[in-house]
């Protein structure tokens, strides 16, 4: 019997640690559906009677989301394309081809995967001005994109390093060329890693603040976590559009997490021990 | 041959700024016109200069709150997860929290930062509120807008930012622990804390390295939870590193300076990468790769 209580006291007191842990998210959720009146009458954490959509809808417009959100699109999605591109080529190199110094390598990328972007951004910013491409999504994409493949080159190195040996020599046997042995062999039984980078590099640049921060100023080629910072601190902004705003920045982020949860999981422990 | 464009890249795009930037540090420089070669001065400024040791002083207590606590948090509440509720509830409940304490680890920060700025907010806010309606109203106060609790109140945010990441990692790592092992010590009478102190840490003590420094650099590179809850504010008491070198690159144009910060924080965080990188040679010296 007091095996039984335990065992249920346990599961609440789980419970609610949970729920304190994601009460952040059920303000933000609610206050999203409040009219001004609502909020006003019921505080922010008490569910309204007076639900609508239209706060929801005008932030949409006032921050026009739809902008930001395929700014976000096209940047996190060629960002991960470019990085999981050049990452499968300088591991396939690395990890399967025989190069000289390849420790000597991977170090050099994993050092440079901890480096703080303060410690480069600012000779990129002045570089990034001076060829015209300052304030451009190309920058974000173009800087982005080295920090991501260099921990993708550190991780598929060790992955391919573990990759079957019998196979690639008797597809060299049969007369493979390289890029034959890269694309027929090596990537179609690497998919499931290399879909975890993927789903990685697009949820990092998705959230990435710091970036966009510094290369893009025009209101137009805005990130949506960046038009989110920003929007804040505009003055005619209320809590409630700051909170639908914030629903619409964390939608498409659980929409992936639910989509993947399996693979980042996967993932997390992969980029930890590799 | 197929190394060649992820090199050019990476020479490109990082190697040559990294240079750069240190080169900058040497100077004087607002941005515009020719740098001055000024030596070793800003180095100098920097080590009598107290903002410069507020920041990291505050990077410190970063480190506390998103390596220390946290990693001792995800060990025990794996273990319980792991060993207790996955027994007794199965595996789809265990997994259901693990999912619910990685949460904070995908919202975009800027919503984590705006949803705390509601919970600290002095008027209504939900630490305030609670405060009051338990009777304890004296002890409500403006929790970012004090020097004294600006900073603690950021570190309990990255506690709860950061519980997760850890959380997972063990859960894996305590997956490829035998289990006979941990019967063998109840046979041999130990109770369960003495069976978690010297049989789980020890054999997940490759994860914890790992967890430890990844999060240390992690805690020392914090910029956005600082610059979206207080921009360094009130006064200084919020500083840190990145904040700190952001401010004078782009805010007071005084790069050659902002170059030297983030050229000794870089420093830093080299030492702890290289000590991370020994670590784990070391590790697949002694037990083989695997994973």
Known sequence: MAEGVGKYFSLIALSVLLL????????????????????????PF??????????????????????????????SLTTALLAVGLSLFSAFALGIGKVKGKVLFLVFFLIAVMLPSESLVYPMYYFFKLVKLYDTRTSVVLFTAAFHASFGTYLLASAFSAFPRELIESAVIDGCSKLNLLFRVVVPISMPTLSVLF????????????TPLIFLISNAKQTVP????????????TITLQSSAALLGILPCIIFFILFQRTLTKGITAGSIK | VFLLPGVLWFLALIVAPFLVNIAVSFTKWQGVGTPIWTGLANYQKALGDSTFWTS?????????????????????????????????????????????????????????????RWILQPDW??????????????????????????MPSIMTMMVWFQIGYPLVIFMAALQRVDPELHEAAALDGASWLQSFAYVTIHLIRPEIYVVILTTMIHALKVFPPVWLMTRGGPGTATYVASYFSFRNFFEISNVGYGATIATILTVI??????????VQIQQQREEGPYG
């Open chain 1, 20 to 43: 304190v842990m994601l009460f952040p998210l059920y303000m933000v959720t609610i206050n999203s559906f409040k009219t001004e009146e609502g909020y006003l009458a019921t505080g």
């Open chain 1, 46 to 75: 008490r569910l309204s009677t007076n639900l609508t959509l239209d706060t929801l809808k005008t932030t949409w417009k006032s921050t026009d989301y739809t902008t930001k959100f395929l700014n976000s699109m096209a940047i």
């Open chain 1, 199 to 210: 789903v990685f590099f697009f949820i990092w640049t998705w959230n990435d603040l710091f």
């Open chain 1, 226 to 237: 960046l038009a989110m910072a920003l929007a804040r601190a505009e003055h005619n902004v």
């Open chain 2, 56 to 116: 990291f002083r505050n990077n410190l207590s970063l480190i506390v709150a998103m390596t220390i606590i946290p990693t001792i948090i995800g060990l025990f509440l794996a273990a319980f997860l792991f060993d207790y509720i996955s027994k007794k509830f199965g595996a789809g409940v265990t997994s259901f929290f693990r999912a619910g304490f990685y949460v904070p680890q995908v919202i975009p920060i800027v919503v984590t930062a705006i949803a705390w």
């Open chain 2, 125 to 150: 806010g939900a630490v305030n509120t609670l405060l009051r309606a338990v009777g304890l109203g004296s002890l409500a106060h403006n929790w970012l807008g004090d020097p004294a609790t600006a």
């Open chain 2, 269 to 278: 965080i080299v030492l702890i990468t290289i000590v991370y990188i020994r």
